[in-house]
């Protein structure tokens, strides 16, 4: 196989891997790394390297249509980039260390894990939350909704906890090369009681600043090989921005469902390919 | 509502375009920083694809070898060391160039909120986002 026909086959699987990630709203790392190291045999570290500069992307690429949404709170955001950023730097530092195949077996917990997460998300209504250093901390805000005032006001809980799982959701992101937009909703969501909306729009904006954190690394342990990162990031890029066109007039629960079994089974075959020692 | 010491009232205004002219608002804010992203992602795609033509024009009979891990460090203490390639026209260096910019854009983004915040005159969340800029300078500059 020429250079011709390999590129033009990873452009290809990647634009798909940012359609299904931004359809999902899982992201485009968790199903272009097993792309890329399961189908085309890439070396894990380039496909990590190539996976965090097109991450970068997406999250910088969607942000302006996020905020057109005025959904994002920019200053949860911002307090919590400080634990992702610095989860994302010992990550990157840990994942120098750590063998490829351990990497791998990671990989497929967490694709396991994304796959049950996307299977279990609720949007329901703020929940009556008093706890004083929301106000304290100026994330107390509203969203636009159906109501009569046109807003709902929300506020923030357990944000102790919340930020402890951020930092982790950086490490995993650091350690990975992924956006680990799942483990920045769980916190968000579930744990600090973040309505929906907010904590995901909010999420994409923290994903891209994350991942700046831990490319230096990247890159200066030469893990961004140019002639593979540049089909990677603009397919990533053009078919996370496909995605989000098509998902304004769309269902997809079906697809989620569908999703939500591959990345099981790409997870099953990660852990596999890990333990033998195959990645 | 502007100077209030509570500043998210903004948020959820669409985009702030309500907000007077001159006025700092949360809203504002992230609007501006949406496009700083949206223009920074594009410019770096821009370069990033003259160089992924210019590579595959240059490669395009070989065969690939990303199956083989061979390092390839690019130092961000030393983005100069990129130009002698660039004014050769090295399609690597084209691509990491936009590479770089790319990775500058969400730095951009926080310089930007530590700004912002500054001239919402938030010294709380000054303090955050400088703080995420810290980070971000040595996860980007020194920890390798």
Not at chain 1, 39 to 62: E, K, M, N, P, Q
Not at chain 1, 121 to 144: C, Q, V, Y
Not at chain 2, 15 to 35: F, K, Q, T, W, Y
């Amino acid at each position: 196989m020429s250079l011709l026909t390999f590129t033009s086959l990873i452009f290809a699987g990647s634009f798909g891997a940012g359609l299904l990630g931004s359809l999902t709203g899982l992201g485009g790392g968790v199903v272009l790394i097993p792309l890329l190291t399961l189908v085309f045999h890439v070396d894990l570290r380039y496909a990590i390297g190539a996976s965090l500069i097109s991450v970068i992307a997406t999250s910088s690429g969607a942000a302006a249509a996020y905020v057109r949404e005025g959904y994002s709170n920019i200053r949860i955001g911002m307090f919590l980039e400080v634990a992702t950023t610095l989860g994302a730097v010992s990550g990157a530092a840990l994942a120098t260390r750590v063998p490829t195949h351990g990497l791998a077996m990671i990989f497929g917990l967490v694709l396991i894990y994304s796959a049950w997460l996307s299977r279990h998300r609720e949007e329901g209504l703020p929940h009556a939350i008093d706890n004083p250093w929301s106000d304290k901390l100026r994330m107390s805000a509203t969203f636009p909704s159906e109501t009569e005032s046109g807003k709902t006001a929300y506020k923030v809980d357990r944000i102790r906890a919340g930020f402890v799982t951020m930092f982790g959701a950086g490490a995993l992101s650091g350690l990975l090369g992924i956006g680990s937009g799942a483990v920045k909703v769980l916190a968000m969501d579930r744990i600090m009681r973040i309505p929906f909306k907010v904590s995901t729009t909010t999420s994409n904006f923290m994903i891209g600043v994350t991942a700046a954190a831990s490319a230096g690394i990247y890159l200066s342990r030469g893990y961004v090989e140019p002639g593979l990162a540049f089909s990677v990031m603009l397919g990533v890029l053009a078919g996370s921005l496909a995605g989000a066109k098509i998902l304004v007039h769309s269902k997809v629960s079906l697809l989620r469902t569908i999703f939500a079994f591959v990345l099981v089974a790409l997870g099953i075959e990660m852990i596999a390919n890990g333990w033998l020692g195959r990645i | 509502m502007a100077g209030s010491p509570i500043g998210p009232e903004g948020i959820g205004s669409g985009g702030g375009s309500g907000a007077p002219a001159g006025v700092l608002n949360d809203a504002r804010m992230e609007a501006i920083m949406g496009r700083l992203l949206q223009v920074g992602v594009l410019l770096s795609a821009s370069v990033v694809l003259l160089g992924g033509v210019r590579y595959l024009v240059a490669h395009a009979s070989e065969s690939p070898k990303d199956g083989t891990f061979i390092a390839r460090p690019i130092q961000l203490r030393h983005p100069m060391e990129l130009l002698p390639g660039i004014a050769r026209g090295d399609a690597a260096a084209i691509i990491e160039l936009g590479i770089l910019l790319l990775v500058a854009t969400p730095v951009c983004r926080v310089i930007f909120a530590v700004v912002g915040f500054a001239l919402e005159r938030d010294r709380l969340y000054v303090g955050i986002s400088l703080a995420v800029l810290v980070v971000l300078l040595f996860g980007l500059l020194r920890a390798s």
